[in-house]
């Protein structure tokens, strides 16, 4: 029997490539595998309805159980892939932390990307928290009712919107950027400006061109953000959001050219002309109109990972 399309990664760009193919008529077994403990979900409402208690788990769902099952689409949930062997044709078998083994004649990767870690004292500190996936979103969630005061590290989209969730929530809650105004990678200053006078209306405490000295402990917890100028800020939740490193390991590892990304072309094809890189782990030609000759962008966008 074929072994089929094996996709590591079963989030927004896994997602929509195995239900994509199967809309277009592709009738071969697609395996959708995962190393988290959840069905696939959608991330962008844990920042914002989900974190605020808006909206059920259930809601963060793609698709239904009985959705995979009638499409033929085989769910693989909590499953590390941490070594592939691959051959020229574009088959091979991956390996999972588990022992257990997936060969497949056509390799997908749509692995993503994983928050970036602060080097400095005090990030270990109980209360230090990150906000990439469910698990640490559940993490959030819960600390929520004992905190007071919280401070969001990284005023891109995802520590403002979390810092802005966290407002509404009834906390007080101090952003700090390093850059000199708000989102600086993603929008322009025009709209850096509307953001800042919007959230600072809001309440949020927003201190930009900021830098971050280390994180100070109240006896075995994390206390609160001393700045470079020596300003200590009191927290007893710090939420690191400064930005993502993109998942090339694997790639890396089975030969693939990766830089700043897993490198594709217009197609999604990976530089052995076979293996399909999608999503925020991919690296491809600026689409954009316009865009400068060989021009190469990383986008961390739904959009960028459906389409
Ligand atoms: C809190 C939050 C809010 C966001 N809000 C928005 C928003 O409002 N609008 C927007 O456009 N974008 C938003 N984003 C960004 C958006 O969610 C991402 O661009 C999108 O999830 C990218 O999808 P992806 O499938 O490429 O990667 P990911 O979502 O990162 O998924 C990759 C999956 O692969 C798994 N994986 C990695 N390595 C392995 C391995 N070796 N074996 C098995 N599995 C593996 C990962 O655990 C993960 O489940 C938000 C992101 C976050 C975290």
Redesign the pocket.
């Known amino acids: 029997m074929a072994d089929g399309l094996l996709i590591?990664?079963?989030?927004?760009?896994?997602?929509?490539l195995a239900t994509s193919l199967r809309a277009l008529g592709h009738d071969e077994p697609i395996t959708l595998?995962?190393?988290?403990n959840h069905r696939?979900y959608?991330?962008?409402?844990?920042?914002?309805e989900w974190?605020q208690g808006e909206i059920t788990n259930e809601k963060l769902m793609f698709r239904t159980q009985e959705y995979w099952a009638e499409h033929r689409i085989d769910v693989v949930k909590n499953?590390?892939?941490?070594r592939i062997d691959k051959n020229d044709d574009g088959s091979g078998v991956?390996h999972?932390?588990s022992g257990a083994d997936f060969p497949f004649d056509r390799l997908a990767l749509?692995?993503?990307?994983?928050?970036r870690r602060l080097l400095l004292d005090g990030v270990d500190l109980p209360g230090v928290l990150y906000?990439?996936?469910a698990d640490?979103?559940l993490e959030l969630k819960a600390r929520v009712p004992g905190v007071r005061e919280a401070v969001v590290i990284g005023g891109g989209?995802?520590g403002l919107?979390?810092a802005a969730s966290l407002a509404r929530m009834g906390r007080s809650v101090t952003l700090i950027e390093a850059a000199p105004r708000l989102v600086p990678r993603a929008v322009g200053e025009q709209t850096s400006a509307h953001l800042l006078a919007h959230h600072r209306a809001a309440g949020l405490d927003i201190l930009l061109g900021a830098s971050v000295r280390r994180i100070v402990p109240r006896g075995d917890r994390v206390g609160g953000v001393e700045l470079a100028d020596g300003r200590v800020i009191s927290a007893d939740l710090v939420l690191v959001g400064v930005g993502?490193i993109p998942?090339t390991?694997?790639a890396e590892s089975i030969g693939l050219v990766c830089d700043n990304g897993i490198r594709v072309d217009e197609s999604a094809l990976a530089s052995d002309g076979v293996t399909v890189a999608?999503?925020?782990?991919?690296n491809l030609p600026n689409p954009v109109p316009g865009a400068p000759e060989g021009d190469r962008v990383r986008?961390?966008?739904?959009?960028?990972?459906i389409e």
């Open positions: 590591i990664g079963s989030s927004q760009a896994g997602v929509s595998l995962g190393d988290e696939p959608q991330r962008p409402a844990l920042s914002k974190l499953e590390r892939i941490i991956a999972s932390m749509a692995v993503g990307a994983r928050a906000l990439r996936n640490d979103a989209f995802i919107e979390a993502v998942n390991e694997l999608v999503g925020d782990c991919a986008f961390e966008s739904v959009n960028n990972a």
